[in-house]
């Protein structure tokens, strides 16, 4: 289940001040994949891209948006080949 927060506010946030629909496509598709952020999901940009319809580049600055300035995402790599592990964090979630 989406939680309300991600619609209500974060939506809001990502589209209308950060001028970043692609970030919220992207986080809402990570949502999915780790089922709200109970585990994590391994992706190239490549095949998140396909699966968004959004091009390589949207995804790639979006994860750096979602990761780096919101941190809203975390990625982890076991390697340097491998894709990365991504975590969705929801920082609004106390305890």
Known sequence: M???YVVDVLMRDLVGHDHQPSAFL???WLWTRTDGGRR???ASLQTMALE???SKSAVQLAVR???DRRRLIAATREAPTTPPLYEVLTPWVRG
């Open 2 to 4: 989406l939680d309300p």
């Open 52 to 54: 968004t319809g959004l």
């Open 65 to 67: 948006q979602l990761r």
């Open 40 to 42: 994590r999901h391994s």
């Open 26 to 28: 992207v986080y809402l």
